[in-house]
């Protein structure tokens, strides 16, 4: 069952979620580093590749995380999926010694991308790293929602959403109780929890060969709202 839950998941299509993407990304790494753009409002994923592979914009004489890690010291996603816990020690332990830059510290937008960077390429997103209790409510939800119980799925989803950790499950809970509520027939509930999954992870999709043409629609329509919002902001 626990298979079925992520795989399912994945089906979705967030980015890295499936082995396969992340290993796209991961062969894809060896590109040229990226220029600073000008002018333009990074996402935290941009703005950590900037920071991992360019020592101009970290401003410091250290080195870059690239220097070591795409060389002699690879990262691996086993190994860094293991240790999921305890990387934001680790990449604090790195840029203080390592890339000699200080200011960067968890909480600021820097860290945090230097994290979804790495979060992205290596697939960590799906690792699961919730209390087991959690984990146990949200297989149940998955399972009941499997069978068509939708009032039962949504009773163990939301008991779930509250005590969850990482924004990937979170987003990704929003979305089944969002699909759970339009099939209950409450759109206005549906839409709350569409939008909350957006706002929690821009990136989430939905696989249209799974789910009702009409839900599919309500969630993109949803999301393309919130996108062309945010946009409008940046101007
Ligand atoms: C001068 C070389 C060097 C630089 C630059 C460097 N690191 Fe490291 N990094 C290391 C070493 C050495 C380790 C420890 C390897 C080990 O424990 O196996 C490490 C470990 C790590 C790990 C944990 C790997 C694992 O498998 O547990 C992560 C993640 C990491 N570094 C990220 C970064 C990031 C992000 C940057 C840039 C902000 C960076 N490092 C810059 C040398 C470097």
């Given at each position: 069952m626990k298979m079925w839950f992520w795989s399912i998941l994945a089906g979705m299509g967030a980015?890295?979620?499936a082995a396969g993407a992340g290993q796209d990304l991961v062969a894809s790494r060896a590109v040229p580093p990226p220029q600073l753009p000008k002018n333009k409002k990074l996402t935290p994923f941009e703005l950590g590749k900037l920071i991992y592979y360019t020592d101009e914009f970290v401003g410091r004489d250290g080195k870059n995380c690239a220097a070591c890690h795409e060389s002699k010291l690879p990262l691996r996603r086993d190994a860094l999926a293991k240790r999921k816990k305890e990387l934001p020690k680790q990449i604090q332990w790195c840029l203080a010694t390592r890339v000699k830059n200080e200011e960067i510290q968890p909480g600021t937008p820097e860290f945090d991308g230097i994290m979804e960077y790495i979060y992205t390429v290596y697939g960590l997103h799906a690792v699961v790293d919730e209390d087991p209790k959690v984990d146990r409510l949200m297989n149940l939800g998955a399972e009941l929602f499997a069978d068509g119980d939708f009032e039962g799925a949504k009773t163990y989803l939301e008991r779930a959403l509250p005590q969850l950790q990482s924004k990937y499950h979170i987003a990704q809970t929003h979305v089944m109780l969002g699909i759970v509520f339009h099939v209950l027939a409450e759109p206005e509930m549906a839409k709350d929890h569409f939008r909350m999954a957006v706002e929690t992870d821009p990136t989430i999709d939905v696989?249209?060969?799974?789910?009702s043409p009409k839900t599919v629609e309500l969630f993109y329509s949803v999301k393309r709202k919130i996108v062309a919002g945010q946009t409008e902001e940046f101007r």
């Open positions: 980015i890295g979620v696989d249209a060969s799974l789910f």
